[in-house]
């Protein structure tokens, strides 16, 4: 089945440097990628998302790549904010076997944005 | 739109007794799912419906039970908890198929002693 590994488990960076968080999945057929941000205590939100027929996908301080070949996708956040401290899980469909697209899911990245 | 409700937020459970989790959601999306949560281990998907009268097992189904009678409802059953059952479970919706935008529900802790 699908596995998706996430690296790395934690970060720290200083505000305003960038962070980049690493993911590789397992399942040439998986076709959605998203990004998801928990704060402490909180419900997972979506913050990015990629599908297998775009290679980048950008939104303000905050982007996607994917690289089908090579089965791995990565987060990149600019210019980063203590608010951007949180832990981000990246996640991949499962495709097939009734599955209905089921995600699954990364252990996560906490970061950890120093003022 | 309340969007997914999850209840109760905390709950602290005894060894071998049952409960269910409640989920439900407003915006008659078909595909609701059940995650548990545990440090380190990312989100790991229980069950899941694509419809009323629908379910299935995800990657770690075994000690929980679920039903889908309505579009609205999907609750998690524990027959007989045990403390490995320990973690936050969050429930999720989405339009149709588990491959788009999920909702998360708020969350619910659970501690079985």
């Known amino acids: 089945g699908e596995n998706v590994e996430q690296h790395p488990s934690t970060l720290s960076v200083q505000e305003g440097d960038s962070a980049v968080i690493k993911c590789t999945y397992s399942d040439s057929a998986s076709n959605y990628f998203p990004w998801y941000k928990q704060e402490l205590g909180k419900r997972p939100q979506l913050i990015i998302d990629?599908?297998?027929?775009?290679g980048e996908k950008k939104d303000q301080r905050i982007a996607v790549t994917l690289n089908k070949t090579a089965k791995h996708f990565s987060l990149h956040i600019t210019e980063t904010q203590p608010e951007d401290s949180a832990v981000y899980f990246c996640?991949?469909?499962?495709?097939?076997?009734?599955?209905?697209?089921?995600?699954?899911f990364g252990k996560g990245t906490k970061l950890s944005v120093k003022p | 739109n309340a969007g997914v409700t999850q209840t109760p937020k905390f709950q602290v459970l005894k060894t071998g007794q049952s409960m269910t989790l409640q989920c439900a959601q407003d915006m008659n999306h078909e595909y609701m799912s059940w995650y548990r949560q545990d440090p380190g281990m990312g989100l790991r998907l229980i069950h899941y419906?694509?419809?009323?009268?629908?379910?299935d097992q995800g990657e770690v189904p075994n000690g929980y039970n679920v039903s889908r009678s309505t579009t609205e409802d999907f609750p998690l059953r524990l027959l007989s908890a045990a403390p490995s059952q320990t973690s936050v479970y969050f429930c999720a919706s989405t339009p149709q198929g588990g491959a788009n935008v999920l909702t998360f529900g708020a969350g619910s802790r659970l501690t079985v002693l």
């Open positions: 990629i599908r297998s027929n775009v």
């Open positions: 419906s694509v419809g009323a009268g629908i379910t």
């Open positions: 996640a991949a469909s499962i495709i097939g076997g009734g599955s209905q697209g089921n995600l699954i």
